[in-house]
């Protein structure tokens, strides 16, 4: 093979607003020959070129990264990009035929008002439910591209919802890792072993290659074989935070000894060196709250125009009685930063993989018993509501309230979380209830749910469970001191609190200075719905169908 072939890749980041400008990274995955490589890119008239790093040899190639710093300026900009070795385009075949050698991507004016576009759960975590959905497994990644193009090619828009898209950000499950245990799999022979012998099993050094193999092959192969995904990472500038699929299903809400054991840290010391290079661009990543060589979580703060984000990490240092370990106090230390310097007209965007509010998981036992045909417990574990972890969310809204509450008087402002993981999409919020010391100044934060964008919804029964649960008043929440958080899942037009569709989330501020948010959903019906042991017959593509619910926060 040609050298100038890119193996995976290319991987456009955004890091953020520093010193006037805005920081983006591109990486890729080149094969094992090369030894330097440029980043040469098109700004207006300007054309400019930095040298990669390099930052890993891997099994399959060399791994690198480059930055682009754009200056912020009152208008719109493209940047094109291309990655040269020995001074020829290296490329990737779109086809047989077809070579793509070069990228651009949107840039918007400093004052500008940004569109975000928000996915997450991008796979399947069995083969059965792969059979099961009769779609295209990009379907939705197709949609998102072609939506892109158009945008790009619009640089009169009026309105936001009509420019490019100016980040992705992916909230978790980029992969699915699920598969290590099947036959023929690293860890088949491992899994099929008494507990107590998996809990002590030693870690061989070939067994560490294979599962090392594991997951490098993993991503190359969830990241390569569609075209419009390829171009969304290539295209669109990426925020990403993994999840528990990233590792293993349930990591971090398993019993801690099985989590301690040699064959899970052979697998989670794995996952975190292909997440820190592909999904997080290196440790070298300005967005990072740590900022160190071996960063104990992968938390990030950034500014990006009309959003302050914070991307919480919460699988690195999570077990059954903690969730964000370390993480926590430098997401409050990313809570003061950004409010030192906030801006009118911000809002605050916090990234969490599992949402914060989703159905109530009651523990008593009959809503167990109810639940636990559809969720293991390491699943129900997940849940911020979850009895060990229901301080620790306590802690976090709390937080934002107060932040909310500093910034109110002088610049009302919106706080949102973002998250998927659940594979249904859907909106509420927490609204602070009043009382006597604080009458006029409740605080409202609202979650946003968009899950998944390759992953099918539930099965029709698990569905059914779903809207039953769902349909049982949530809590109120009590964080002290008379601050009473009362929690609402929103219902649509026809009076549903989940969307049972694949989808993905775009949001943007309006011309009516309220907030949108644009869930892009296939819409299919299909035999067998429900059935795991028959699978769909696949559908040719004009018999999908998709459309977008769009509601104002």
Same mark, same amino acid.
């Given at each position: 093979?040609?050298?100038?072939?890119?193996?995976?890749?290319?991987?456009?980041?955004?890091?953020?607003?520093?010193?006037?400008?805005?920081?983006?990274?591109?990486?890729?995955?080149?094969?094992?020959?090369?030894?330097?490589?440029?980043?040469?890119?098109?700004?207006?008239?300007?054309?400019?070129?930095?040298?990669?790093?390099?930052?890993?040899?891997?099994?399959?190639?060399?791994?690198?990264?480059?930055?682009?710093?754009?200056?912020?300026?009152?208008?719109?900009?493209?940047?094109?990009?291309?990655?040269?070795?020995?001074? /020829?385009?290296?490329?990737? &075949?779109?086809?047989? *035929? $077809?070579?793509? +050698? @070069?990228?651009?991507?949107?840039?918007? =004016? !400093?004052?500008?008002?940004?569109?975000?576009?928000?996915?997450?759960?991008?796979?399947?975590?069995?083969?059965?439910?792969?059979?099961?959905?009769?779609?295209?497994?990009?379907?939705?990644?197709?949609?998102? /591209?072609?939506?892109?193009? &158009?945008?790009?090619? *619009? $640089?009169?828009? +009026? @309105?936001?919802?009509?420019?490019?898209? =100016? !980040?992705?950000?992916?909230?978790?499950?980029?992969?699915?890792?699920?598969?290590?245990?099947?036959?023929?799999?690293?860890?088949?022979?491992?899994?099929?072993?008494?507990?107590?012998?998996?809990?002590?099993?030693?870690?061989?050094?070939?067994?560490?290659?294979?599962?090392?193999?594991?997951?490098?092959?993993?991503?190359?192969?969830?990241?390569?074989?569609?075209?419009?995904?390829?171009?969304?990472?290539?295209?669109?500038?990426?925020?990403?935070?993994?999840?528990?699929?990233?590792?293993?299903?349930?990591?971090?809400?398993?019993?801690?000894?099985?989590?301690?054991?040699?064959?899970?840290?052979?697998?989670?010391?794995?996952?975190?060196?292909?997440?820190?290079?592909?999904?997080?661009?290196?440790?070298?990543?300005?967005?990072?709250?740590?900022?160190?060589?071996?960063?104990?979580?992968?938390?990030?703060?950034?500014?990006?125009?009309?959003?302050?984000?914070?991307?919480?990490?919460?699988?690195?240092?999570?077990?059954?009685?903690?969730?964000?370990?370390?993480?926590?106090?430098?997401?409050?230390?990313?809570?003061?930063?950004?409010?030192?310097?906030?801006?009118?007209?911000?809002?605050?965007?916090?990234?969490?993989?599992?949402?914060?509010?989703?159905?109530?998981?009651?523990?008593?036992?009959?809503?167990?018993?109810?639940?636990?045909?559809?969720?293991?417990?390491?699943?129900?574990?997940?849940?911020?509501?979850?009895?060990?972890?229901?301080?620790?969310?306590?802690?976090?809204?709390?937080?934002?309230?107060?932040?909310?509450?500093?910034?109110?008087?002088?610049?009302?402002?919106?706080?949102?979380?973002?998250?998927?993981?659940?594979?249904?999409?859907?909106?509420?919020?927490?609204?602070?209830?009043?009382?006597?010391?604080?009458?006029?100044?409740?605080?409202?934060?609202?979650?946003?749910?968009?899950?998944?964008?390759?992953?099918?919804?539930?099965?029709?029964?698990?569905?059914?469970?779903?809207?039953?649960?769902?349909?049982?008043?949530?809590?109120?929440?009590?964080?002290?001191?008379?601050?009473?958080?009362?929690?609402?899942?929103?219902?649509?037009?026809?009076?549903?609190?989940?969307?049972?569709?694949?989808?993905?989330?775009?949001?943007?501020?309006?011309?009516?200075?309220?907030?949108?948010?644009?869930?892009?959903?296939?819409?299919?019906?299909?035999?067998?719905?429900?059935?795991?042991?028959?699978?769909?017959?696949?559908?040719?593509?004009?018999?999908?169908?998709?459309?977008?619910?769009?509601?104002?926060?």
């Amino acid at each position: 093979m040609s050298s100038h072939n890119i193996v995976l890749g290319p991987l456009l980041g955004l890091e953020g607003e520093h010193a006037n400008a805005t920081i983006y990274s591109v990486c890729f995955l080149s094969e094992n020959d090369v030894d330097a490589a440029s980043l040469a890119y098109r700004i207006g008239k300007q054309h400019l070129r930095s040298e990669f790093t390099l930052i890993s040899h891997l099994s399959r190639g060399k791994f690198w990264r480059a930055e682009i710093t754009i200056p912020l300026a009152k208008l719109d900009q493209v940047c094109n990009y291309q990655i040269l070795i020995e001074a /020829q385009a290296a490329s990737y &075949a779109l086809t047989r *035929n $077809a070579l793509v +050698a @070069e990228w651009s991507f949107f840039c918007p =004016a !400093a004052k500008q008002r940004v569109q975000l576009a928000f996915a997450s759960c991008n796979g399947f975590s069995s083969d059965k439910v792969r059979a099961q959905h009769p779609a295209p497994m990009d379907y939705l990644w197709q949609r998102m /591209q072609q939506q892109q193009v &158009a945008h790009m090619a *619009n $640089a009169d828009y +009026a @309105e936001v919802v009509d420019a490019p898209y =100016a !980040a992705l950000i992916m909230g978790g499950d980029q992969i699915y890792a699920d598969a290590i245990f099947n036959q023929k799999q690293p860890l088949y022979a491992w899994s099929q072993k008494p507990l107590k012998e998996q809990l002590s099993a030693p870690v061989s050094d070939t067994l560490r290659q294979r599962i090392d193999s594991f997951y490098l092959d993993t991503y190359l192969r969830s990241w390569t074989q569609s075209a419009a995904l390829r171009y969304c990472l290539a295209s669109i500038p990426s925020i990403m935070m993994w999840d528990d699929h990233d590792i293993i299903d349930g990591w971090g809400s398993q019993p801690y000894r099985l989590e301690t054991s040699p064959t899970y840290q052979a697998m989670f010391d794995s996952a975190k060196k292909y997440f820190t290079l592909f999904q997080v661009r290196s440790v070298n990543n300005q967005a990072l709250q740590q900022a160190t060589a071996a960063p104990a979580h992968f938390g990030m703060t950034l500014r990006f125009r009309d959003y302050g984000l914070l991307v919480m990490d919460n699988r690195s240092q999570r077990t059954l009685h903690n969730i964000m370990g370390s993480g926590k106090a430098d997401f409050i230390q990313g809570l003061a930063a950004l409010q030192a310097d906030w801006q009118a007209g911000q809002k605050l965007l916090v990234v969490s993989g599992v949402p914060f509010l989703y159905r109530h998981f009651s523990e008593s036992d009959n809503n167990i018993r109810l639940s636990i045909q559809f969720d293991a417990y390491d699943d129900m574990a997940d849940h911020w509501r979850f009895s060990t972890h229901y301080d620790e969310m306590c802690s976090i809204l709390q937080r934002l309230l107060q932040f909310q509450a500093s910034l109110q008087a002088h610049t009302p402002t919106k706080v949102f979380i973002i998250s998927g993981d659940v594979h249904v999409a859907a909106g509420g919020s927490y609204r602070e209830q009043p009382n006597t010391a604080n009458p006029s100044n409740m605080g409202n934060i609202i979650q946003l749910i968009s899950s998944g964008i390759v992953h099918p919804p539930p099965l029709s029964m698990e569905q059914s469970v779903i809207r039953l649960a769902s349909s049982i008043t949530q809590p109120d929440i009590d964080l002290g001191g008379g601050c009473i958080l009362s929690a609402t899942i929103r219902k649509d037009a026809a009076g549903n609190r989940f969307l049972f569709h694949r989808n993905y989330a775009c949001m943007h501020e309006g011309s009516d200075h309220k907030v949108w948010v644009n869930w892009h959903y296939e819409t299919i019906t299909f035999a067998n719905a429900g059935d795991l042991t028959t699978p769909a017959k696949t559908l040719a593509s004009p018999t999908l169908a998709y459309q977008v619910l769009s509601l104002p926060y």
